[in-house]
C-alpha cells in the first residue's frame, strides 16, 4: 500500500500526491453490487469454503479469456504484493540476489528485503530498463531474479517497447535468469496496449508475469494472478501459506467472476482509462505552465504516475519538505531509488484527485519552490 489515507484523512486540506490509490469515485461499487448479488444468488455455498490453491477454475477460465491466457497457467494470488511474497518464498533462498530497476516500486524491494535477499539496481530511463546496463550487470551479478515493471513503470510512468521486451527474455534465458514482470499497470494505456505484456510473448519457464485487480477494479480485494510455467505454479501451491489456507481469497475471486460473466469489466476499464488520461492531461500541463525552466516533466501514455526531474542543481528532498509545509505531499525519488540517487526527481500520482485538486496541488508546489529559488 503506497502513502497513508489516514493522514490525508487527518490533515483535512492537505493534497496527497504521493498517494498510489485509485480515488473512491474510481471504485465501482455498483458493479460490485451488481456481481455479488449475481454470485450469491447462485446459491453456491462453495464460495465460502477453502478454495482450489491455483484458485476457482471458473475464475481462472474467465480471467484467461479477458487477458487472452491460458488459464492453467494462471495462479490466484493475494494481489501483486501476495505473488511476490510468494514467489520468494518459494523459488528464493535467503542472500540471493535480485535485479531490479533503479528506481523502481519502493515497496517491492520491501518485501524482497523481508526475504533477505541483496537488492542490486540497474538504471531505467526513458523507455524503460537500460538494456546494456542490464546485461553488464547480469553478467556481473548473477542475480536469481529480474524484478521488472515494463508497463508504466512505478514511479518513472516509462514502457519497454516489444523488441526491448524481446531482449531481455533473450537475456533471462541465456545466463538462467527468472524474470518477474510486474504488470499492475499494463492494462491502464490510454492509447490502447503498451506492447505484449510479457506473458503473451511466449510462453517459457523463464518470466513469471504478474497482474492484480488493485489499480483496475479496486485493492481492497486483494485480488491478483501470477501467469507461469505449470512446473512453477505446482511449486507455489505446495507452498505451506497456500497448503494450509488453500487458494487466495476465493471469496473476492467469485466476486470477480461474476464481474467478468455480466461483461462489466470494458466499460468500468474505458471510464478508467478516460478519467485517468484526463487527470494525467491536467497535471502535465499544470506542471509545465508553473514549474517553468529548469524541469523535465515526463508524459507518461498510461498508468497513476508523473515523473519530474529538476536540471538545476536543487534538491528535490527539501523541495519535499517544504511543498509539505504548504499542504501538498509528494513522493521524493530517493525513496523508489536503489542506490539513494534520484534525489533530482520527484513521483506525483494523478490517480487520486480530479482536475482542480491537481490544479490546487501544483500551485502550492510551485508556492514552496518560489521560496527556494
Ligand atoms: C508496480 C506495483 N506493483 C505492485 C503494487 C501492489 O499491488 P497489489 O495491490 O496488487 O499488491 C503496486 C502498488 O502501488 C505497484 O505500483
Redo the contacts with the bound molecule.
Sequence with gaps: ??GSVSTQRQAGDVINLAL?HPSPELLPLEPIRKAATHRLSTGDRLILQYGLEPGDLGFRHLLGEFLGLQPQRLFVT?????ALDLICTTLTTPGDTVLVEDPT?F??RKVFADHHLRVVGTPTGENGVLLDELERRIREEKPRLLYL?PSY??PTGATLSRDARERVLRLCREHGVLLIA?E??HLLGFNGLPAPSFAELGFSDTVITLG????ILG?GL?L?WAHAAPELLERFALSGVYDSGGGANPFAAAVVRSVLELGLMPEHLKTLRTTLAARRAVLYEALTAQLGAGFEVRYPEGG?FIWVRSTFPLDLETLTERARSHGVLVMPGSRASVAGAAADCVRLSFSYYDGSALRKGVERIAAALAELR
Design positions: 500500500m503506497e498510489g493475494a494481489g501483486i504484493s501476495g516500486y515497496l517491492a515493471i513503470q512505478n510486474d499492475a499497470y492484480s485487480f488493485s489499480k485493492p486483494r491478483g497513476y
